[in-house]
């Protein structure tokens, strides 16, 4: 039985937000700057941040990772 571990590892997620708060309360916040774009022609202020994530513990089995219902309810 072959199986697929992930353990230990961390993810980072970069994205643009308006309330930089909201968005990073529950996260370990890597970076935050303040950051303007231009949505639809208008200038729209907000932050750039970059967060980092544990990724999820779990051992998933090849006939897991082959099942099509199983990608279904997969988060990621």
């Not at 980072?12 to 937000?17: K, T, V």
């Not at 309330?19 to 309360?25: G, K, L, N, P, V």
């Not at 949505?39 to 513990?57: A, K, N």
Request: glycine share 4%; hydrophobic share 40%; charged share 25%.
């Amino acid at each position: 039985m072959l199986n697929f571990i992930e353990r230990g590892m961390t993810r980072r997620h970069s994205f643009f937000c308006t309330d930089r708060q909201r968005h990073s309360q529950d996260a370990n916040v890597i970076s935050s700057q303040p950051k303007e774009i231009i949505v639809f022609g208008q200038m729209i202020s907000g932050w750039l941040v970059t967060i980092e994530e544990p990724v999820i513990d779990k051992v998933i089995s090849l006939n897991e990772s082959m099942d099509e219902d199983a990608m279904l309810h997969d988060p990621e």
